[in-house]
């Protein structure tokens, strides 16, 4: 069964940096999207930004472009998501997720909504300080 560890949360001021790290393990598959997902008390979880493993194919939220940084280390099979200039608003519990996917070689698309996603791990809480 696949399994999901992600790290790398904490608490930083505005305009600070982080690196939260998901580590994947426990699958076989070839294709497959991680996604970085965030849930901030009283919102719906949203997408952040996501990358897949045959062509490295990113999305990010509009929110977070320029800002945050998706990026693979396939021989450890961990995903890194760099925050940069954060934000107060960017306070969430950030969650990493895992989807088997074939993707279309005619689009840009990479999985990027919750329900997309089968598998998850634990949170980790970034708390941005003004």
């Known amino acids: 069964e696949v399994q999901l560890q992600a790290s790398g949360g904490g608490l930083v001021q505005a305009g600070g940096s982080l690196r939260l790290s998901c580590a994947a393990s426990g699958f076989t598959f070839d294709d497959y999207a991680i996604g970085w997902f965030r849930q901030a008390p009283g919102k719906e979880r949203e997408g952040v930004s996501s990358?897949?493993?045959?062509?490295?194919?990113?999305f990010y939220a509009d929110s977070v472009k320029g800002r945050f940084t998706i990026s693979s280390d396939y021989a450890r099979d961990t995903v890194y998501l760099q925050m940069n200039s954060l934000k107060p608003e960017d306070t969430a519990v950030y969650y990493c997720?895992?989807?088997?996917?074939?993707?279309?070689?005619?689009?840009?698309?990479?999985?990027?909504?919750?329900?997309?996603?089968?598998?998850w791990g634990q949170g980790t809480l970034v708390t941005v300080s003004s």
């Open positions: 997720a895992f989807t088997i996917t074939v993707l279309n070689p005619y689009s840009d698309y990479v999985p990027r909504h919750s329900y997309e996603y089968d598998y």
């Open positions: 990358i897949s493993s045959s062509d490295g194919r990113t």
